[in-house]
């Protein structure tokens, strides 16, 4: 049983905290890495829940790879973002908190997976070109990206 089934199993639809990693992946010339959910086909970063027995790196790689194909290599921390406006209601009625912790990675193995269970589409975009539909809850991380606020983000 995963955690989040072992943990909603306890707790039913009530709030709790969970940690999501994921990254900005950039490829050699610059351009943004945007997976296409399949879950509302709005633009966003590879990404997902922490499992117990990973530390946040491992966590952010493995999503990563799952949703992409990619292997990240060295990663740096981009922002730490909590609190209530990051809170949540799934559509099954799951509450969560969320702390959610982005890196930036530019070294990276593998092939890209165009597209899987998870995504409608894997694709690179010049940060000045990038979709109109970007996911809602993805907005305010592009944001801090393109103003090129100091980093690490702590919000």
């Known amino acids: ?21 994921g ?5 050699a010339d610059g351009k943004l890495l945007l997976q296409q959910r399949t879950d509302n086909a709005q633009w966003g970063l590879p990404g ?5 027995g990973e530390n946040i790196t491992d966590a952010a790689r493995r999503e990563v790879q799952e949703e992409t194909g990619l292997h990240l290599e060295q990663l740096e ?29 530019k070294q990276f193995s593998g092939k890209l997976v165009t597209s899987n269970i998870e995504s409608l589409k894997n694709e ?20 801090d990206l393109l103003t090129k606020q100091s980093r690490p983000i702590v919000k």
């Open 48 to 52: 997902g829940f922490m499992e117990l």
């Open 77 to 105: 921390l981009f922002g730490i973002y909590s609190g209530p406006e990051y809170d949540k209601t799934f559509a099954n009625g799951d509450q969560v908190s969320l702390v959610q912790v982005l890196f930036t990675c």
């Open 23 to 27: 990254a900005f992946v950039f490829d």
């Open 1 to 21: 049983m995963d955690y989040i089934k072992h943990l909603r199993s306890m707790v039913g639809s009530e709030k709790v905290i969970m940690v999501v990693a």
């Open 124 to 143: 690179y975009f010049h940060l000045h070109s990038l979709p109109g539909n970007i996911f809602t809850e993805h907005r305010v991380f592009i944001e």
